[in-house]
């Protein structure tokens, strides 16, 4: 099983090209920050690839940090594309914006009311026959639950979390000292950032640009803990650390500072970041790494900090918002190939004795097609691994157990009620279900109700269709798109002889008005049976689940509506691989396969070590290696 290879944008270039324009890495006595418990398993805690962008800033890796489009600025630094808690922020930014259409979205009072026999006797805030040609009750809709997901990224310096004298402007990425002069040694001002670097991202790198030092460039560059004092620069204060720009030094905790690298002025470009694998922080200065600073950072949330201490002094920073100038994507690459490599290394014969690695996968994949009730192609499967092991007669397979599939009738009959449930048809899963197996729904009441959810959903997705398409014929011709109502095959200056095309049209409209509206009367009553045969359902899901399904009444198409991603076919195939478990287990057998355990306990493991900045934190289990 082998990982995706790596995109052109990660090709690692030479170390050797870089090594001549680079300082020197510092000395074994780098200032040590304590990081607990993070810890490198493949590498050297104090020594880092020397990375620079002197070469690759033109588009070597070709990739650009991006905002998403309509995304209230939510954005991806490229050097965390991909990555599992990229993955994870994503989706609980899509969660929070979700949750945000649906508090917005048409409610009632809380209560849920019924669905009366008849449809058109009830409106909510007198409200007027809907587009379905009658007025219902409808179902106040809850906002879909947020869970807490991972760290956020920073995004802007804090208004609440600065010193007096610095004025943060530029939607929160610039700052400037406006306030008197700090004539005290170790007077000045500072500010934090809205969140801590997340260390599940592994590495953590930022950038500020010096638009002006200010006199005599009194300006420190790094991060601290939330309760550090802003009254002094960063670096100056326990837990606290920076990198200067008057003197080059970088300070750890004290007003004492050491030698690091050079000082910077207008117009530099300096970076810092973080590698929480390692439990070391590091700066950049216009695109040149300028070797570790800092070792074994302490296990307490870090915040991007800036100070300084002259008037005149102003600072951009970039979040990743950007593109940097520092080539940070391709040292989070090389650490990466670093822990892949020592992946690829692991001996894997003794993991199912006597079976070699490829016999290994083979029998899972075989297991796997058994499982889901792929007859055909589990034969076909079997077939081509037995040919291949006669031809190839490898004596390192000797062990491997011959494929040897007879009909499987349960697997048919599982197969044939999961694909009627991917094709919406619910009925006929039902109707097999109880044919086959009559004790699964019964022992399995809550697969049953969602089951029935599913058919509810699929009816309101039929009616939707036809009103919409109904809507399309009646506006094309009026959009001058004749030819494409009538068909391409025929000619626009073709005579028309009484009228039987339009009397076609009409025809068609009416059948599929009537078709509509038997479709909805159906609709309706199901969704009464089903408030009915749960009105006294304790479960919190049945409730919520019926509010949510019975809120795509409000809708005039709830395929663009927050119900969206109920209506979609995606939400068949959950609903099936639940059902098809449960009639496993009923089987007494297993209610998932080898294979899928395989991946659930890796994406355990992985998630595992990746706390705290682990060594799998660089890791995504999904797209490095089960991706297509």
């Known amino acids: 099983m ?19 324009y680079l300082p020197q890495e510092p000395s074994e006595d780098a200032a040590p920050v304590r990081i607990g418990t993070a810890v490198n398993a493949w590498g050297s805690a104090n020594g880092m690839t020397h990375w620079s962008n002197q070469y690759s800033i033109a588009g070597v890796y070709g990739a650009h940090n991006h905002t998403l489009p309509g995304s209230g600025g939510f954005f991806v630094p490229t050097y965390l594309r991909d990555s599992k808690y990229m993955e994870r922020l994503e989706n609980a930014h899509k969660a929070k914006v979700v949750a945000q259409k649906e508090t917005a979205a048409p409610h009632t ?233 020592a992946i690829n290394s692991v001996n894997t014969k003794q993991l199912s004795p006597p079976l070699s690695e490829d016999g290994l996968i083979k029998e899972l994949v075989a297991q796997f097609l058994r499982h889901a009730g792929y007859v055909d192609t589990a034969k076909a499967f079997a077939t081509e691994i037995s040919s291949e092991s006669n031809a190839l007669n490898k004596g390192s397979d000797g062990h491997f157990e011959q494929f040897t599939i007879q009909e499987d009738l349960d697997a048919i009959n599982r197969q044939q009620i999961r694909a009627a449930i991917l094709e919406g048809d619910i009925d006929k899963a039902l109707k097999r279900t109880n044919a086959y197996y009559p004790d699964v729904l019964r022992d399995n009441p809550l697969i049953h109700f969602r089951l029935r959810c599913r058919k509810f959903v699929e009816l309101m997705r039929e009616s939707t269709e036809l009103l919409s398409g109904s809507f399309e014929k009646r506006s094309k011709p009026l959009n001058g798109h004749a ?78 509506s927050p119900t969206a991603a109920v209506i979609q076919d995606s939400g068949r195939i959950p609903v099936a691989e639940e059902l098809n478990s449960a009639i496993l287990v009923s089987l007494g057998r297993s209610s998932s396969a080898a294979l899928e355990r395989l ?29 297509l």
Not at 182 to 195: G, K, S, V
């Open 2 to 20: 082998n990982p995706t290879p790596p995109s052109p944008n990660q090709q690692q270039i030479p170390e050797s090209q870089y090594r001549p």
């Open 109 to 341: 009072n809380g209560h849920l009311t019924s669905l009366s026999k008849n449809s058109s006797s009830v409106s909510l805030h007198k409200l007027a026959p809907s587009h379905r040609g009658m007025t219902y009750d409808i179902i106040e809709h809850q906002p879909v639950a947020v869970f807490e997901g991972p760290t956020p990224l920073p995004s802007k310096w804090l208004e609440l979390d600065k010193y007096g004298g610095l004025e943060i402007v530029g939607d929160g990425l610039e700052v400037r000292y406006t306030g008197p002069l700090r004539t005290h040694d170790h007077e000045a001002a500072a500010a934090r950032a809205d969140h801590p670097m997340p260390s599940q991202c592994g590495i953590y790198y930022y950038e500020v640009t010096i638009v002006s030092k200010g006199k005599d460039g009194m300006i420190g560059i790094g991060f601290s803990g939330p309760k550090v004092s802003l009254e002094k620069l960063p670096g100056w204060e326990s837990d606290s650390w920076a990198y200067h720009g008057d003197d080059g030094m970088t300070f750890c905790c004290q007003a004492t500072g050491k030698k690091y690298g050079p000082t910077f002025t207008n117009q530099d470009v300096i970076g810092c970041g973080v590698n929480f694998m390692t439990g070391s922080a590091f700066f950049t200065k216009n695109g040149v790494f300028q070797g570790n600073a800092f070792r074994d950072l302490k296990d307490i949330n870090l915040y991007p900090s800036v100070g300084a201490k002259r008037p005149g002094a102003q600072l951009g920073v970039n979040f990743g918002q950007s593109p940097f100038i520092f080539d940070i994507d391709g040292m989070v690459a090389c650490e990466k190939s670093r822990t892949m490599t």
């Open 483 to 560: 030819e494409e109502f009538f068909g391409q095959a025929m000619e626009l200056d073709e005579p028309v002889v009484n009228g039987e095309n339009w009397d076609r049209m009409d025809t068609e409209e009416m059948d599929n008005s009537r078709k509509y509206e038997e479709i909805l009367n159906e609709t309706l009553r199901y969704a009464q049976e089903l408030k009915y045969d749960y009105k006294d359902d304790p479960s919190k899901e049945v409730k919520s689940t019926l509010e949510l399904i019975f809120a795509m009444f409000a809708y005039e198409d709830p395929r663009k």
């Open 599 to 627: 991946c659930q306990q890796t994406e355990v493991l992985v998630s595992d070590i990746s706390e705290l900045g682990g060594p799998g934190s660089l890791i995504n289990v999904q797209h490095d290696f089960l991706k």
